[in-house]
């Protein structure tokens, strides 16, 4: 293992072999620090334009050889020979991070036609000097692979559902010792803390931005509830998500989460405990990031290191980026970003020695709403956009009706169970009722209206507010009073209430056909305000529906299909279908 040692106090760098020293100090003067200067400079460059970081090769080449030059020719007897095939390890370790700022990855070696950071026999770590927790222990197999794409609204979008859709198809056919588990569903960090509490994963993979602010601290941009930025330093992340958890490895994939800054994301997590990090060093294209992804990931399951499968990523799009023009080869300088950071040299993921673990998988468990109204308690999977702009709004009174439309199958009564169970945890009583077709609609909406939605009205007063329970449920008073009257009074309850597959008593012009329900519809769609709510599944919007324009606290969405890649990772929850995917 070759060590280079960065000093603070007196800036030099000490060359280490196997922690003896290797030659003299280099020492780090003015000439010295404009070159380093210049290479950082040169290297960032590039990537501060509107397009892809493209550069001739011996530019590139340029910038590797000028760190060669200060660091490496010095000690370059000592350096392996080219049939040496290793494998060979190089530490960056540093207490200030400029070092690590500094494009290791493209210096070459005597006799090596591959920049350092795509040849698969070195290891390129950067390791903080600051490091003081000592790594978990290692845990068997199989390798656990956790992934969340964060995409808030912002300036700078990101499309996460391609993210997502990118992981499932490199995931899909890894290596039978590889277990990917259920993606973080929102994008925000208490799910990611749930799942990795709940799955132990041994690597966990964020997408999304990133970013260091002027005094260094590293942020993650995670999303809120209503999809806004939730942005979370190392510092949380560390200690909400990662401290004392099981995780070997976090990868960033988003921009400016490699730099070395001093408590950036990237080195502050490895000083937090967790044994490897990799991120990236600067804003790069999703197209990019997500290619790198998929290749990594290929071998790490295939029982790669965690470098050696860098590197092979690394120099997958240090080879698809090449472009000739005027006669000179141009390199994409992206596949230098992707940049490790490590607490030591041991970048172990599993104990392979270890007997595989049986790992049982997601749950996927139905739950019944009330009135047979099916959904899921867990395994909920997609809607994402759709949960961020209707739950909370609906949750905290912007509006107080909601009404979900769509063919059958595209999952309008498991978006509002999903509803129904988020308003019960912020403290609401929720009630639920489905209507059935009859001998005709309206014979189905008279039986709803009697059997169904009139005691389910009256039933939260039966012990509390006995006198309004009887007047709801009194057959002699006209429906119109007796809705009015539990209107009334579910406007100063927190209430819920789900009316499911309406479309079963509504005539072919799309009116409710029964006259009383009709009436108890408009009553309950223009006057349910206050502190109650009311959600309803039907194919299509009720003709006696308010107008949207004139009653603000009615929301309409017409729910999208599932996409296939929702549905893809639906599926995989399912052991047998996950086996079939990976043959």
Known sequence: MLELNFTADKPSAQWLRNNEPLGAAIALDGPALRTLDEVRSAFARPFELPHAPLIDSDAARALGRALYDVFFRPVEVYLPSPADQGPHTLVIRSADPTPFNLPWELVELPGRATPLGCDPTWAVLRVPSSVSSPPTALAPGPLRLLFLAAAPEGDVPLDYEREEEVMLRATERLDKNAVVLPFAETGGIEELAQLVAEHCPHVVHLSGHGNVSSTGVGYFAFENERGQPDPQSAEQIAEKVFRGSAVRCVVFNACKTGLAAATGLADHFVTTGVPVVLGWGASVGDETATRFAATFYRFVAAGESVPAAAAKARRDIWQTG??????????????????????????????????????????TEAVLLGDDIKGLREGFVGRRKEQQRLIPPLRDGTFSVLLLTGIGGMGKSMLATRTAARLKQAGFDVYGIKATRGTTPSDAGRMFLIEKLLPTLARPFMTTAPEVYKAIRNGEYPVEDRVELAVDNWKERKLALVIDNFEDVLDDARTIADPGLRAAYRILTRNLTGGSRLVVTCRYVPADTPNLDDTPHVRHCDVPDLKSFELRKFLRRDAKVESRASR
């Open 322 to 363: 090449r472009r000739d023009h005027a006669g000179h080869t141009l390199w994409d300088l992206t596949f230098a970003l992707a940049r490790l950071f490590a607490a030591g040299p041991d970048c172990a993921l599993v104990d392979r020695a270890a007997p595989p673990q049986p790992y049982k998988g997601p749950k």
